[in-house]
Nanobody, 128 residues
Framework: QVQLVESGGGSVQSGGSLRLSCEAY????????MGWFRQAPGKEREGLAT???????NYADSVKGRFTISQDKDKNTMYLQMNSLKPEDTGMYYC??????????????????????WGQGTQVTVSS
């Protein structure tokens, strides 16, 4: 069993920055896909960025150039550096993981349905 724990959310003004962390606990594997998703009230969960164990990444157009996904394998932790935040970035941010030997299609899809493990979420609020 795998547990994902997010941290780093908070309130920030427009143009500010935050860094989210997602630490994985339990029976993790060396080959994986991980991602960050956002859900605003009344909206579907949106894929923001994905990364696999080889370091391949993908970003949604809405965050490309502003957000950076990264990982520290020694710490079993994934990060999302968020810069130039906008009010429309407000929402609950979730990290997700799936353990597969080949993740390229999952990384490209940015689809929530591809992931089986989810964190509890951390709230990000951006004020104008």
């Amino acid at each position: 069993q795998v547990q994902l724990v997010e941290s780093g959310g908070g309130s920030v003004q427009s143009g500010g920055s935050l860094r989210l962390s997602c630490e994985a606990y339990g029976n993790t594997y060396s080959s994986y896909c991980m991602g960050w998703f956002r859900q605003a009230p009344g909206k579907e969960r949106e894929g923001l960025a994905t990364i696999d164990s080889d370091g391949s990444t993908n970003y949604a157009d809405s965050v490309k150039g502003r957000f950076t996904i990264s990982q520290d394998k020694d710490k079993n932790t994934m990060y999302l550096q968020m810069n130039s935040l906008k009010p429309e970035d407000t929402g609950m941010y979730y990290c997700a993981a799936e353990y597969l030997s080949y993740c390229m299609s999952i990384v490209q899809n940015l689809g929530a349905a591809d992931f089986g493990y989810w964190g509890q979420g951390t709230q990000v609020t951006v004020s104008s």
